[in-house]
């Protein structure tokens, strides 16, 4: 077992005390079933209490959430002081307006607003300024030109990943489109990548997380097994398990991690934290910090929210990834036999394992339900797997606006600043719009959540003939 120390670049000392963290789109995203949040999650503490009105006013369809409980069920996620970005609703949809997380949480501050384009000149010890830049790669015509890894794209590939082309593709949805989200989409505009990347076909198991990491398993759902999702990680965690990876293969860091606090990393929640254990705040850095996103990087990273949603779509325009585009069933019951055919949510998520969530609308007829082994259902038309539904999947850019409908972006990486980060998908606990590949939401930084996961990408250049 491979274990990368971290200690590089991460400070004892305590970083100053984040802003509170005041983002809550999960809240708003439950569906009605999580809108069963109870009062008592409502009382967050100071820190993370400061989610935002509009949050809390969920909307029925999308947020259990009544102000007062708005953080509240596994679905809505809401979390509590400390995590405070979480609640169950959040599984559902989850953004976490939640994420306002507690202070902790709050590490998210505007001034993360590390989502530039920039260089990521990161000075410190956890990035490699000495690594080269982009990776040049070997074409292919067949996986037999590949001295090793598969031939994807024209690419010579690792093995576990897809080559994807640069592209320029409408990101978003149009207005009319059933499901729009007015308060988080505001329609479509153009999208611009002009480098290709490797992406993982699948979200980051538990099993890889421990063999890169080390230590116990922070999975809420470790039942589930080591082919599963790795969950209950914030996104400052996915970040150092970016680092660690890199470095394991001799590749450059992409994240400058200094003044990192908080739980240790892969430490989970507690049975004591909230919700017996479901959800709590974690690991976090100095956001002010993190050097800009560098996109040149040679290293394992987060997918920017442009290079995921290229991904998800996989070529398609449509609501949904499904066959046909659409979804005949927009609640938990009868399943939707063709988003059954592709993805882990609300319809079919039911577990035998030991778990505490429960996706039934029933409190008297339980339905024990939780994350499912990666790649069990049919994969997208990039080959990817379980890009709608499993847990949400983390990106690297803040929470804040799109760009205008009719616009054009280049190498777009989010907004300057923010409150929360992105995350894209849809979870085990997802029904209806929140399965739309245009649906996005956000979570706090230090959050932990069972539902929250992330899969990374690698900025590549095929070689010239």
Known sequence: MLVISLAAGCSSEPAPTPEPDSSFDAAEDAQPEDADAQPEDADAQ?????????????????????????DAQ?????????DADADATDATDADASDSDAGATDADLDATDADGDTDSADASDSDADTDADPILTVPTCTADV?????HCSNGVCTPEGHVYLPPATYTRGAPTTERGFHEDRENGEHTAVLTRGFYM?????????WLDVMGGSNPAYFAACGGDC?????????????????????????????????????????????????QICSGYYCDKDLLAPLDLDCNGYRLPTEAEWEYAARGGTTTAFITPSGDLTEWGPSPVDPEMDQIAWYIGNSAVTYPTGYDCSTDPDNPIPCGTHPVAQKAPNGFGLYDMTG????????????????????????????????????GTYVSGGQYLRVAYRTKIGEASRLPFIGFRLVRTVTPAQD
């Open 46 to 70: 100071p820190e993370d209490a400061d989610a935002q009105p509009e949050d809390a006013d969920a909307q029925p369809g999308d947020a259990d959430a009544q102000p007062e409980d708005a």
């Open 74 to 82: 596994p679905e809505d996620a809401d979390a509590q002081p400390e």
């Open 145 to 149: 030109d590949c001295t090793e890894g």
């Open 200 to 208: 993982k076909t699948t979200t980051v198991t538990q099993g890889e």
């Open 229 to 277: 999702p790795i969950e209950h990680i914030t996104w400052w965690e996915a970040l150092a398990y970016a680092n660690a990876l890199s470095a394991s293969e001799g590749l450059e860091a992409c994240y400058n991690l200094q003044g990192c606090v908080g739980r240790a990393i892969g430490t989970g929640c507690y049975p004591t934290d909230r919700d017996e254990g």
């Open 390 to 425: 499993n847990v949400w999947e983390l990106v690297w850019d803040w929470a804040g606006d799109y760009p205008e409908p009719g616009t054009t972006v280049t190498d777009p990486t989010g907004p300057a600043t923010g409150i929360g980060r992105r995350m894209r998908g």
